[in-house]
C-alpha cells in the first residue's frame, strides 16, 4: 500500500527583510506564490522496526540527504510521535524542486510526507494540527500545505491566505550549485552594516507587505505584479553570487516582463504575460549560457495533495 502526494515549489513576489532580533531571526513581510513546478513524495507502508527509509530520484538527487536529517523523513518522525505510534515507513521523493534553490524544496518535501504518512497510516489529522507540526519543521513548511498565495509574518509561518484574480506565467532559471539560506541573511545584515543603515530591529523599519503587490495579484494583473516584484534578499545573493546579474538581463533581454532572485537564491524568476512568452523566455534561458536550465511553469496552485491511485 503507498500513498503519492504532490507538492508545490514557491517562490516570494515580496520578500520583506526586518533588522536582525535578539534571538537570531528576522521579522519577515513574505508573500508566497506556489508554482507548477513540484515534487512528488510517495509514502510506502515498510515492515514494523524498519523506522523510517528514504530514496530521492530526480536531477538533484544527488544533494538530498537520505539520512534522519532529510525534512520528509523529520516529518514523517513527527507526525508518528504526534499520534503516539511507530513511525515505519517507506518514502520516495521524485525531486524537481532544485537543491538549495531558494524554492523551498525541503520545507516542500517536509509538508508532503505529513499528508503522505497521514493518508497511509489512516490517521485523519486536522489540517489546524497538521499546521502546527509543519510549523515546527521550519517556517517555510505551512505553507508548502496549503498553497495558493498568502501572506507570512515573524519568521513566515503566520499564513493569511490571500486572494488572486487569475493564473500568472513564469519561468525558473535553475543555477548550478545552491546558496545557504543563513549565509544569505548573514550577508544581507552585513551590507546593511557596510552601507551605514544598520542591521538591527532598532534600524531597519518593520516590513509590510506592499498594497501595490496584492491589488496587483487580487487583479491578475502581471504587468502590475511585475512592476510591484521586490526581494529585499536580492542584493545579498548577488553579492555572494555576482553572475546571476547575467541571468536576470538574459531572462528580461528575452522578454521576461519582471525578474528576481527566488527566495535566498540562486534560482531566478521570470513573470511572462503568457504561456507562450513564458516558453520562449526559458527556451533563450536555456541557451543563454548564464544558468544550467530553465522551467516554464503556472501558478498559483494547491498545496500537498494526495494524487489520486
Ligand atoms: P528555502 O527556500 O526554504 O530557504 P532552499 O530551497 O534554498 O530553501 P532546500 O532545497 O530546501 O533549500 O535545501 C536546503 C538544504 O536542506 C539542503 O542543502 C539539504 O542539505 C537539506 N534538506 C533536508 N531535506 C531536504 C529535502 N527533502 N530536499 C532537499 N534538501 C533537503
Redesign the pocket.
Known amino acids: 500500500m503507498s500513498v503519492t502526494v504532490r507538492v508545490p515549489?514557491?517562490v516570494n513576489v515580496q520578500l520583506g527583510v526586518g533588522g536582525l532580533r535578539g534571538d537570531g531571526y528576522h521579522d519577515l513581510a513574505n508573500v508566497f506564490f506556489a508554482v507548477a513546478l513540484g515534487?512528488e513524495v510517495t509514502a510506502s507502508a515498510s515492515a514494523p522496526g524498519t523506522g523510517v527509509t528514504l530514496t530521492?530520484s530526480g536531477p538533484?538527487a544527488g544533494?538530498?540527504?537520505l539520512d534522519g536529517?532529510?525534512?520528509?523523513?523529520?516529518a514523517a518522525r513527527l507526525l508518528a510521535a504526534h499520534h503516539g505510534i511507530d513511525a515505519d515507513v517507506h518514502l520516495h521523493?521524485a525531486?524537481d524542486?532544485?537543491?538549495?534553490?531558494?524554492?523551498?524544496?525541503?520545507?516542500?518535501?517536509?509538508a508532503a510526507a505529513l499528508v503522505a504518512c497521514d493518508a497511509l497510516w489512516a490517521l485523519d489529522t486536522p489540517l489546524d494540527t497538521l499546521l502546527g507540526l509543519a510549523a515546527d519543521l521550519?517556517s517555510?513548511v505551512p505553507f508548502a500545505l496549503l498553497g495558493g498565495v498568502a501572506l507570512g509574518r515573524g519568521r513566515g509561518e503566520i499564513l493569511d491566505p490571500l486572494p488572486v484574480g487569475g493564473t500568472f506565467h513564469w519561468v525558473f532559471a535553475v543555477a548550478d550549485g545552491?546558496?545557504?539560506?543563513p549565509a544569505v541573511f548573514h550577508e544581507c545584515d552585513r551590507l546593511r552594516e557596510e552601507s551605514g543603515t544598520g542591521s538591527t530591529e532598532a534600524d531597519v523599519p518593520t516590513p509590510d507587505a506592499d498594497p501595490a503587490l496584492l491589488a496587483a495579484l487580487a487583479d491578475g494583473d502581471p504587468v502590475a505584479l511585475a512592476a510591484a516584484l521586490a526581494n529585499d534578499l536580492q542584493p545579498a545573493a548577488l553579492s555572494l553570487r555576482p553572475a546571476l546579474a547575467a541571468t536576470l538581463r538574459a531572462g528580461t533581454e528575452a522578454g521576461a516582463i519582471g525578474a528576481l532572485v527566488?527566495?535566498?537564491?540562486p534560482?531566478c524568476a521570470f513573470l511572462a504575460k503568457d504561456a507562450e512568452a513564458a516558453e520562449a523566455v526559458a527556451g533563450a534561458l536555456r541557451e543563454s549560457g548564464t544558468c544550467r536550465t530553465a522551467h516554464a511553469t503556472r501558478g498559483p496552485v494547491p498545496g500537498a495533495a494526495v494524487l489520486a491511485h
Open positions: 515549489a514557491k515534487d530521492c538533484d544533494q538530498v540527504p536529517t532529510n525534512l520528509a523523513a523529520r521523493i525531486k524542486i532544485p537543491v538549495a534553490g531558494g524554492m523551498a524544496g525541503g520545507s516542500a518535501d517536509g521550519g517555510d545552491g546558496l545557504s539560506t527566488s527566495g535566498s537564491g534560482t
